[in-house]
């Protein structure tokens, strides 16, 4: 990792709010911005470090950035529904608004070189233009400086990377569409880059919507390019973003203009607009709406759309032993994989930096990051409840249970799957509801069951969490890491905290500027007080101490090595810790009562300032 990191000379920079709803989104958009840089490029792109301040709170360094991991894994493992994901990017803190051109920083309005290289051309050749008619009459003057007006805008387009040109928000259904090669950019006064950006985005959702008709292709490119320059070449670097843009226009283009639905000849069409496919709409319609409201097929496409735009379910849960998450694909929307892929990035920068990211994942799923094979073993950490079936349904088979037996059970070669992964009735194979299971497909149909639910029904999620983590390391460096190492290195030791390593890596200082008193007791005191903690209150000490919940898998994974600082007795005082350096600041108490006391009191406030 360190022969990734190292050569890196570029930060990543997280100004982000610590409520999970800003939190999530946030993060996610910075990293899309940080990592879309690279182009159409597959390349990791590694940082050298992590550069994390909570908004409102004060504080910034190494211990703020180890404490966001903690906080950004227990706010993804929160059982709640997802917060907007799609939301515009955070703005860019004030230090760093007045250097829109710094490509190696970690805020979101990120311009690239092509970017820079026109706008410098652009300058250059106005800068000439004023010159040849600066002798010229009063007109020419007027000309030049509509031109002039013309390129500063085009610039602050750029620049800025906020908000849309156009009168609304997107997505605005009454943009005029565009329609390429013809005179719609004089008529909107574009430049000649922003006319080529527009002509490459319907040449893009062309190419991704290959049943659109070119008169919906045209109204959904008029309505994208009311966005800023920056969103247009983000959606131009970014499949995904196009894809998650053109599904937005769909929504709004069918909500607030359904005539489009009604003039449609065929349920395809109607299916593609809603971006679902054609067997999962079963709706008639009527050649031309009624007047006086909407029909019962209008009314029933609606609730179908709401269903199928409904995915903000929580991206993991718990399938079998607790405190092991495995994914939860949803309905693998554009912004749900790109929410997995944001996870990947997550968990490739902790192993970068050599943080803690406390998310647990089974060891199917990490085996798949790794690029190794899941066994039938895995399974038993998957779901250790329908592993003991099986094999008990493979015993009795080897055990001399007959064919009718087994054909009692009812058995095909199709699994009900839990409602994390879908709720619904999975094939195996191809008409696998109508393939019973015998004694000679025994092993077959525990070996589909199986890698069904642990590869096949996550496999989109998987996919997009695999890509995000290669965003940042290369594969190459995975290669001779096992699960069991993979485990270790992103979410520490096992989660019980072993005191005597602990204490055997803590430094102590001494600020009591009291030499005749001996503070052997005191230690005493407070590891003795520690080991009465119970298992989650040592967590939280470790979390209030360090800025991570859980010991590393060696003393080198803290930087420095974690110190205790014993200062002027002060029973009023609570103790404090400076996360950046794991340092804990405990005043001379009185008593061990009174430590144990003031101990809990400050790690249940969690009032540390990460300086």
């Known amino acids: 990792m360190e022969r990734l990191r190292l050569p890196q000379s570029r ?65 993804l493992l929160t059982q709640d529904k997802l917060p907007q994901l799609d939301r515009p990017p955070p703005p860019l803190p004030a230090r760093q608004q007045s250097h829109g051109h710094d490509r190696d920083r970690g805020g979101v309005h990120w311009m690239g070189n092509e970017a820079s290289t026109r706008l410098r051309f652009m300058r250059e050749h106005m800068r000439g233009e004023q010159l040849r008619e600066a002798s ?95 969103n247009l070449e983000l959606m ?47 709706l008639s319609f009527s050649p031309s709406p009624l007047a006086g409201g909407k029909t019962a097929a209008a009314k029933e496409e609606e609730k179908v759309e709401e269903k199928l735009n409904d995915d903000d379910d929580p991206l993991f849960y718990e399938p079998g032993r607790p405190g092991f998450y495995a994914l939860r694909p949803g309905k693998n929307s554009p912004a749900r994989l790109t929410a997995f892929r944001n996870v990947g990035r997550l ?52 055990g001399g249970m007959g064919e009718d037996e087994l054909g009692d059970l009812c058995l095909y070669f199709a ?23 015998t004694r000679r ?25 695999k890509r995000g983590v290669l965003d940042v390391i290369t594969a190459d460096t995975l290669e001779l890491i096992t699960a069991d190492d993979f485990r270790l290195l992103l979410n520490g030791v096992d989660r019980a905290i072993d005191l005597q390593q602990l204490a055997s890596w803590t430094n102590w200082q001494d600020e009591t500027h009291d030499k005749n008193q001996d503070k052997t007791r005191f230690k005493h005191w407070f590891w003795n007080t520690v080991d009465k903690f119970t298992t989650e209150e040592k967590q939280e000490l470790l979390y209030f101490w360090t ?45 061990k009562a009174v430590m144990r006391l003031k101990l809990l009191l400050a790690i249940q406030t969690k009032n540390f300032g990460f300086v």
């Open 11 to 75: 930060d990543l920079i997280l100004d982000v709010q610590r409520a999970r709803a800003d939190l999530i989104p946030e993060s996610f958009a910075i990293l899309n911005a940080f990592f879309n840089r690279r182009g159409s490029s597959n390349a990791a792109l590694p940082c050298q470090k992590i550069k994390v301040t909570f908004r409102d709170e004060p504080g910034e360094g190494n211990g703020v950035a180890r404490s966001y991991f903690t906080v950004i894994a227990e706010a």
């Open 136 to 230: 010229n009459s009063a007109a020419s003057a007027v000309a030049a400086a509509s031109r002039r007006a013309l390129a500063d805008r085009v610039e602050a387009e750029m620049l800025v990377g906020a908000g849309g040109t156009g009168s609304g928000a997107f997505p605005d259904v009454t943009a005029p569409p565009f329609r390429p090669n013809s005179s719609s950019s004089r008529h909107f006064g574009w430049s000649p880059e922003r006319t080529e950006m527009a002509e490459a985005i319907y040449e893009n959702i062309t190419h991704l919507r290959p049943s659109f008709s070119s008169s919906v292709v045209q109204r959904l490119s008029g309505m994208i390019l009311q966005l800023d320059m920056a």
């Open 236 to 282: 131009l670097q970014n499949e995904d973003v196009l894809n998650a843009r053109v599904d937005e226009a769909v929504q709004a283009l069918h909500q607030q203009r359904p005539e489009l639905a009604y003039h449609s000849p065929t349920s395809e069409m109607m299916a593609t607009l809603v971006g679902s496919s054609p067997s999962s709409v079963n």
């Open 347 to 398: 968990i490739g920068l902790a192993l970068l930096q050599g943080e803690i990211f406390p998310l647990c994942l089974t060891r199917a799923t990490v085996k798949y990051i790794l690029g190794r094979p899941a066994t039938w073993s895995d399974f038993a950490f998957h779901d250790p409840v329908m592993y003991e079936t099986l094999r008990k349904l493979v015993m009795d088979v080897e």
């Open 415 to 437: 699994v009900d799957l839990p409602i994390e992964e879908g709720g619904k009735d999975f094939e195996l194979i191809a008409f696998g509801r109508d393939v019973p299971v």
């Open 441 to 465: 497909n025994i092993y077959d149909f525990v070996r589909l069951a199986t890698e069904a639910r642990m590869l096949r029904v996550p496999e989109q999620a998987l996919q997009a969490l």
């Open 547 to 591: 800025g991570s919940p859980a010991m590393p898998a060696s003393q080198a994974g803290f930087a420095p090595l974690p110190s205790v600082t014993i200062r002027p007795a002060d029973d009023l005082h609570l103790p404090t810790a400076n996360t950046c350096i794991s340092r804990l600041y405990i005043p001379q108490y009185s008593s």
